[in-house]
């Protein structure tokens, strides 16, 4: 993994100044709650895991695009927070004088982050597929499980609800990962989340009001 070069010289530690002024906006009380810091500590452990097996990545722009991902994801405007997102990234790193050009990459590995603006195929740069990735992984697993039954009682539904959406989450990512390290990573958490999907099903099968329905 490569590293920028005034990283290396020890000039301003861009990483740790991003860290420092986001750790409050993914505090903000209309923010998503399957959307905070723990998600993005997860995350950026799954872009590091990922990244190793791709020594031409560029771990500051990875981490910056991690740092960034889902920094303004207001629960109730979840298809818009990739651009409010990217608004809010772009912003803070002109304040901290990121170079421009690295902010435009940066920006961009952000904008094929989500599979609300799925992209077909390869996307345009190894980071942009990595960070798509570690982010679709950490639906899995008990977190990821976490996570959506978190987000829909933020927007005020009940347990059952959850499931058509989480199925279809899971398929989309599943049917579009962008490296073998984290398909492999996907592969390893699905069979934890398809026995408990099938025992929440059962548990609430023919029961009133447990039909799932989609939501989003």
Not at 17 to 45: F, K, M, N, P, W
Not at 149 to 168: C, M, S, T
Request: charged share 30%; hydrophobic share 40%.
């Amino acid at each position: 993994m490569r590293v920028h070069d005034g990283e290396k010289s020890g000039v301003a530690p861009y990483a740790d100044l991003v860290r420092d002024g986001v750790r409050v906006l993914y505090t903000t009380a209309d923010q998503s709650v399957a959307h905070r810091l723990d998600h993005i500590e997860r995350v950026l452990a799954n872009t590091r895991t990922i990244a190793a097996h791709f020594p031409d990545s560029d771990l500051e722009l990875l981490t910056l695009a991690v740092l960034f991902h889902d920094v303004t994801s207001p629960f109730n405007r979840k298809e818009e927070h990739v651009e409010l997102s990217m608004n809010t990234a772009r912003k803070i790193l002109m304040e901290i004088d990121y170079p421009p050009d690295r902010t435009e990459r940066v920006l961009a590995i952000i904008a094929e982050h989500s599979t609300e603006r799925l992209k077909t195929g390869n996307l345009s740069s190894v980071e942009a597929r990595i960070l798509f990735d570690a982010d679709k992984i950490d639906r899995l697993g008990p977190c990821g499980i976490a996570r959506a039954f978190a987000l829909f009682g933020q927007r005020g539904y009940p347990p059952p609800f959850v499931i058509a959406w989480y199925r279809k989450k899971i398929g989309t990512s599943l049917s579009n990962m962008k490296t073998d390290p984290g398909r492999k990573m996907m592969m390893e958490r699905l069979p934890y989340v398809e026995d408990f999907l099938g025992r929440f099903e059962a548990e609430n099968a023919g029961l009133s009001g447990s039909q799932e329905q989609d939501r989003q």
